[in-house]
């Protein structure tokens, strides 16, 4: 199956800065990638569909100006949590797909730490 | 309520038996995959049934699909410790945007 790489998978910071985490399709080109939010004992909640060069759509409740998604190119997105709180520490896992409509492919995850 | 709830939450069984985990949603879907997951890693895709069919197999896995009912259930037959983990289903209705349940914690005691 295609691979789909993440980086870092895991990163502890402190309260106030910003954090950035890439998602990478190795094999194939990404027009659609997917970002989740999993909190501890809880099921993954998708936070934004990024299509390459354009906006990102957020889902509702998701504070776009806090989370930052940019997909610049057909291989790469990246997720910045700007200034971090300790509320924000969960699991971020992306997912990647080829074109609308086809398998999306998950990344490994980032456990992110806020102290 | 959320599309794709699971029950039960938690499931211990002993190695050798077989374990069903169901899934319940409530919109329409074009399909509808499972995954597992080990406590603090990523996701492995198990297997996708689409909404037109109604049983799979994967190796020791079976997943069957009641559009009418909006369920799915998963089955491991003859399950091992190394089964021991969060089991998702997830709806696909808008093409690779996944919906997932709330999960099932599967122990599977030696």
């Known amino acids: 199956g295609a691979v789909v790489s993440q980086h870092p998978s895991r990163v502890i910071c402190k309260s106030g800065t910003s954090v950035k985490i890439e998602c990478r399709s190795l094999d194939f080109q990404a027009t659609t990638m997917f970002w989740y939010r999993q909190f501890p004992k809880q099921s993954l909640m998708l936070m934004a569909t990024?299509?390459?060069?354009?906006?990102?759509?957020?889902e509702q409740g998701v504070e776009k100006d806090k989370f930052l998604i940019n997909h610049a190119s057909l291989t790469l997105s990246t997720l910045t949590v700007t200034s971090a709180h300790p509320e924000d520490s969960s699991f971020y896992i992306c997912?990647?797909?080829?074109?609308?409509?086809?398998?999306?492919?998950f990344g490994q995850g980032t456990r992110l730490t806020v102290v | 309520s959320q599309q794709g709830e699971e029950d039960p939450q938690a499931l211990s069984i002993q190695e050798g038996e077989n374990a069903t985990m169901n899934c319940s949603y409530k919109?329409?879907?074009?399909?509808l995959q499972w995954y597992r997951q080990n406590s603090g890693r990523g996701l492995v895709h198990l297997i996708l049934i689409r909404s037109n069919e109604r049983e799979k197999h994967s190796g020791r896995l079976r997943v069957t699909l009641d559009t009418s009912k909006k369920s799915s259930s998963l089955l491991i037959t003859a399950s091992r410790a190394a089964d021991t983990a969060s089991y998702f289903c997830a709806t696909g209705t808008s093409g690779s945007r996944l919906t997932f349940g709330e999960g099932t914690q599967l122990t599977v005691n030696p």
């Open positions: 997912s990647a797909a080829a074109v609308m409509n086809t398998e999306a492919f």
């Open positions: 919109t329409s879907i074009n399909n």
């Open positions: 990024s299509n390459e060069g354009s906006k990102a759509t957020y």
